[in-house]
């Protein structure tokens, strides 16, 4: 049961920008960390940045300075700024979120979307 929905996804060249946005479709998450997860082809999926009430951030490495994750609890809405993309960034991106930070930061949120694609051609 979906409860996350992921938008803002599609097709960047290299150096490029792209922002991805997330909504509940059916409950607030605002008590929880959110957070934003990706899977590759082949790969397993791997977290890529999270963020507290109190608006604390957390990126992986391969990601920092390049990625800036925002909340808006008004709207109901995280957000995933993504400058500097590369073709290893291609992936589809997932929505997380949970009452747990290290739940998020180890991919296995209680909570998370459909996901949604992010092409980086070279």
């Known amino acids: 049961q979906v409860q996350l929905v992921e938008s803002g996804g599609g097709l960047v060249q290299a150096g490029g920008s792209l922002t991805l946005s997330c909504a509940p479709s059916?409950?607030?998450?605002?008590?929880?960390?959110m957070g934003w997860l990706r899977q590759a082809p082949g790969k397993d999926r791997e977290f890529v940045a999270a963020?507290?009430?109190?608006?604390?951030?957390y990126y992986t490495d391969s990601v920092k300075g390049r990625f800036t994750i925002s909340r808006d609890d008004a709207k109901n809405t995280v957000y995933l700024q993504m400058n500097s993309l590369k073709p290893e960034d291609t992936a589809i991106y997932y929505c997380?979120?949970?009452?747990?930070?290290?739940?998020?930061?180890?991919?296995?949120?209680?909570?998370w979307g459909q996901g949604t694609q992010v092409t980086v051609s070279s």
């Open positions: 059916k409950r607030t998450f605002s008590s929880y960390y």
């Open positions: 997380a979120a949970d009452y747990s930070l290290l739940d998020v930061t180890t991919a296995r949120p209680d909570y």
């Open positions: 963020i507290s009430l109190s608006l604390n951030t």
